[in-house]
């Protein structure tokens, strides 16, 4: 009896073999790759960065100026008006002269109290912001400032004559 269970079985798993081996030989025959969906092999990536930004430069460009400022420019050490911001400064007086030949003058006065005369093209603040225009009530001075993406623009500051001590 045990030889006719071996027998048995050997015969079924020879008759599971042979078959599935005939069923597939019979029919068309698949191929391996038509067994996988394409989904599994896709197309190869091409990278082309001919229009594309690098990827290593950063976009946010550091500031040169913050580095340099306080620090002594080619002409020499800073003056006080080149050391604080124009926004510090108060504005005392305007003087204007009779003679065409001589320009408006403003006085300024500085946190510390010390003051100073302003002419257009005296230079104040760290970042070289020049006096561009003074008239009978304000000051206006012009600063060029590089923003964080590396672009130049310019800020505007407007001092203005205080006529009463309330103002």
């Known amino acids: 009896m045990n030889n ?3 027998l048995l079985l050997i015969f079924s798993c020879w008759f599971m073999i042979l078959i599935p081996s005939y069923c597939l ?6 191929t391996y ?3 996988i969906p394409k ?9 082309d960065a001919k229009d594309l930004p690098d990827p290593f430069i950063p976009f946010i460009k550091e500031n040169l100026e913050k580095s340099t400022r306080n620090k002594p420019s080619k002409k020499g050490p800073l003056t006080p008006l080149q050391k604080i911001s124009p926004s510090q400064l108060k504005l005392v007086g305007i003087i204007f002269s009779s003679k065409k030949t001589v320009p408006p003058m ?8 010390k003051a100073y005369i302003l002419k257009i093209g005296t230079q104040v603040g760290p970042s070289g912001g020049k006096v561009s225009f003074i008239n009978n009530n304000s000051v206006t001075i012009i600063e060029p400032i590089t923003t964080p993406f590396g672009e130049k623009t310019y800020k505007k500051t407007i001092l203005k004559l205080h006529t009463r001590e309330g103002d």
């Open 39 to 47: 989904w599994i092999f896709p197309t190869p990536f091409k990278y």
């Open 106 to 113: 403003a006085l300024v006065e500085l946190p510390n109290k």
């Open 4 to 6: 006719s269970k071996g």
């Open 25 to 30: 030989s019979k029919n068309n025959s698949i």
């Open 33 to 35: 790759s038509e067994s």
